[in-house]
Structure formats: C-alpha cells, structure tokens
C-alpha cells in the first residue's frame, strides 16, 4: 500500500483558490491511478476527480468541471487539486486515495472501491 497525507486545506470566501496537496510515501506512486473525494457533513464520500499514473488522462465530476484541476508530480510523489471558483458547496473534508490495484495503466477510477489507501483528510470550507 501507499501511504497518502493530504495538506492545504482552510477557510476561504466564495469565487476564491485553494491548492491541495497530497504526498504519497510508501511504494511506487507512479504505479498508481489517484483520486480526489469529498465528503460533506451529513453526506457520503462523493467522487471528485481522478489522473492516470503519467498525468495524461484525468476526469472530472459535474459539479467541479471547469473548476477544478488535478494534476501529479511523480518525482516529487505528489498529487494535486487547483480549486478555482469555489462555492459554499464545495465545503467538505477532501480526501486523496490511490487506486487498489497498483498496475500503472490508463484506466480511470471514479468509485470508492477501486481505491485502497486513502489519506486523513483536509477541511475546506467556503464562506459565503
């Protein structure tokens, strides 16, 4: 497994930026396709956004389309999020998690259970 700490969460008003950060440790981060989830209060853990192990192919969910940009390092075993435009509705615990099967590849992942190292988690909340 692949260990996974989250940072660069906080507090910051509507239509402003906020980067994530997610530094892997463990084994090889490249082999793994990464995610990006949330989870409100009151909510289940939702699908954000997702990158292959070389950062050529990533998808989005709906609502942060356009918004939102996951991006990886993987000389610096980092994942990212740039997120532009937030709403109140982005409030959230983001989570980053690597995928359970560790094979490298192309294939995208956007449900929970194809994930199977997960981090603590960082609050972002957006004032209105």
């Known amino acids: 497994q692949v260990q996974l700490v989250e940072s660069g969460g906080g507090l910051v008003q509507a239509g402003g930026s906020l980067r994530l950060s997610c530094a892997a440790s463990?084994?090889?981060?490249?082999?793994?396709?990464m995610g990006w989830f949330r989870q409100a209060p009151g909510k289940g853990r939702e699908f954000v956004a997702t990158?292959?192990?070389?950062?050529?192919?990533?998808r989005y969910a709906d609502s942060v389309k356009g918004r939102f940009t996951i991006s990886r390092d993987n000389a610096k075993n980092t994942l990212y999020l740039q997120m532009n435009s937030l709403t109140p509705s982005d409030t959230a615990v983001y989570y980053c998690?690597?995928?359970?099967?560790?094979?490298?590849?192309?294939?995208?992942?956007?449900?929970?259970?194809?994930?199977?190292?997960w981090g603590q988690g960082t609050q972002v909340t957006v004032s209105s």
């Open positions: 990158i292959t192990w070389s950062g050529s192919g990533t």
């Open positions: 463990g084994r090889t981060f490249s082999s793994y396709t």
């Open positions: 998690a690597a995928d359970r099967y560790g094979r490298g590849g192309s294939l995208l992942y956007t449900h929970n259970s194809d994930f199977g190292s």
